[in-house]
Every structure is written in structure tokens, then in C-alpha cells.
């Protein structure tokens, strides 16, 4: 079982910043592949971003040059950098862990953090 805690969250002005962590509970980022996901009221939840266990990074377009994830294996933590933030970008965040071995798919999730970004 590996645990997932997210941080950094809160309200932020339209066109701020803020950077999320994602603390794994064990030794996870060099094997899982590490993303984030969110979910605004009345919406489902959607990627965001994902970076494999080989550096390989994927982006929603909603994101893509204002959003920058990266991970330190050393501390098993994933960040979120978020810049230029707009009103829309407001939803719960959740960090997520993937690996796939043979026909066994695990999959893990925290426990969100709310972002909220005022216009």
C-alpha cells in the first residue's frame, strides 16, 4: 500500500502562482508513474499532468505552458508548479501513483488538496 499526501494548496489571485507537493509514503517515483488530476464541483475528475518513471512528462492543453510538474526522487515527492493561474484551474487537485507489472494495474490516490484561484 503506498500513501499519498498533498500540500500547498489554497486561494490564490487570478495570475499568481502556487506549487503543490505530493509526498509518497515509500520509495515510489523512480518505479510509478506520478500525476496529477482534478476535479471541479459538478465536474469530473480530469488529468492534468503525468511523469513517468523516466522523466517523460504529458500535459491537459487546458495547462500546457503554465503548469510544470517534476519529481525528486531522493524525498519521494512530486510538484506541481502552477503559474499563471485563471479562474478555471479551480478544483480539487489529487495526486495519483501508476505502475502496471504484468497484468496487475495498482493505483493510488491522495487525498486532495483545494485550489482556488479568485478572478
Known amino acids: 500500500q503506498v500513501q499519498l499526501v498533498e500540500s500547498g494548496g489554497g486561494l490564490v489571485q487570478a495570475g499568481g502562482s502556487l506549487r503543490l507537493s505530493c509526498a509518497a509514503s515509500?520509495?515510489?517515483?523512480?518505479?510509478?508513474?506520478m500525476g496529477w488530476y482534478r476535479q471541479a464541483p459538478g465536474k469530473e475528475r480530469e488529468l492534468v499532468t503525468t511523469?513517468?518513471?523516466?522523466?517523460?512528462?504529458n500535459y491537459a492543453d487546458s495547462v500546457k505552458g503554465r503548469f510544470a510538474i517534476s519529481r525528486d526522487n531522493a524525498k519521494n515527492t512530486v510538484y506541481l508548479q502552477m503559474n499563471s493561474l485563471k479562474a478555471e484551474d479551480t478544483a480539487v487537485y489529487y495526486c495519483?501513483?501508476?505502475?502496471?507489472?504484468?497484468?496487475?494495474?495498482?493505483?493510488?490516490w491522495g487525498q486532495g488538496t483545494q485550489v482556488t484561484v479568485s478572478s
Open positions: 495519483n501513483a501508476q505502475r502496471v507489472v504484468g497484468p496487475v494495474r495498482y493505483n493510488y
Open positions: 515509500k520509495i515510489i517515483n523512480n518505479i510509478y508513474t
Open positions: 511523469i513517468t518513471s523516466g522523466g517523460s512528462t
